[in-house]
């Protein structure tokens, strides 16, 4: 599940709710369908920590600088599995082999990495609790241009392989297409459209989707951004109505202000929340 949106919308603190770093304003987190989380980290059981890992954006702040990758990849081996001694060695090996990386990693200290090493002992790290669900916040924003493609290859295989679930918030709209089965919009805080990558990207519904999707640079000069919403800062949404009516291009009037948009489905699993008919779409 892919998180897009501009500055402001929501995507990390939905991630840090999940993750139980920051508490929920209202609301439940479940998972698998049928378990609640507790909204903060320190009082969810160890099983609950296990299943839910998080990826950050920048792996100079989330990797300890004193710790070796030995160090790095123990502790949630250790913690979640009791590993010690060879096994907890050989364990580590196969995971760094997973995300390629060598046995000579082990004794290394971050700072004798590369941007990318790094982030791939970062996503080592996650992968080594077998969580069912990993949140990736911009984790490839930090990296070069062709480490970054790596990375993601990486992300991808390790998906398919594990079976495991990404909800990835990412600012470049074309790696989130890369790499998503799905896709939230969010706007002010609110979800403005979800639905399967393919429809929502080729035949956005929401007038923000069209803005956001419309506003990105293509590598071709002859094809330019179309710039369909007003280009403003909001620094928090409407009391009432609509969280986009400041700057939507098709506002029908007082209902966009007075009363929050009803979800509309367009497709199975395809939703928007709109006042605008769908027969108008």
């Known amino acids: 599940m892919g998180l897009v949106g501009e500055s402001g919308s929501g995507k990390s603190t939905i991630l840090k709710t999940i993750a139980g770093m920051v508490p929920a304003q ?25 299943q839910v890992q998080i ?3 920048n792996p100079d702040d ?14 949630p081996l250790r913690l979640y599995y009791g590993l010690s001694g060879t096994a907890l060695r050989d364990r580590s090996i196969a995971i760094l082999e997973q995300v390629r990386l060598g046995e000579h990693y082990l004794e290394r200290l971050p700072s004798q ?3 990318g090493e790094k982030q791939r002992v970062a996503i080592a790290r996650a992968f080594a609790a077998d969580p069912e669900i990993i949140l990736c916040d911009e984790v490839t ?4 241009v062709s480490v970054q ?13 594990d079976g495991t679930t990404y909800i990835f918030v990412s600012h470049d709209l074309a790696v989130v297409k890369a790499i998503s089965d799905r896709v939230a919009v969010l706007y002010q805080g609110r979800i403005c459209e979800i639905g399967p990558v393919a429809a929502v990207y080729s035949a956005p519904f929401h007038p923000y989707t069209d803005a956001l999707l419309g506003a990105v640079l293509e590598p071709d000069p002859d094809v330019a951004p179309r710039l369909t919403a007003d280009d403003a800062v909001e620094l928090s949404p409407p009391k009432t109505g609509c969280p986009f009516q400041r700057r939507c291009p098709r506002k029908l009037g007082s209902i966009c202000k007075t009363d929050i948009p009803t979800a509309q489905e367009i497709a199975p699993g395809h939703i928007i929340h709109c006042h605008i008919p769908q027969v108008d779409l």
Do not use: C, W
């Open 113 to 115: 990495l590369s941007g």
């Open 141 to 144: 924003s930090a990296l070069d």
């Open 149 to 161: 493609a790596a990375v993601l290859d990486l992300l991808d295989v390790l998906k398919r392989q």
């Open 26 to 50: 209202s609301g439940n987190i479940i998972l698998n369908q049928t378990e609640p989380l507790d909204t903060m980290v320190e009082k969810r059981p160890a099983a609950y920590l296990r």
């Open 55 to 57: 990826i950050f954006q």
């Open 62 to 75: 989330s990797l300890n600088p004193r710790h070796t990758v030995a160090q790095i990849l123990a502790q």
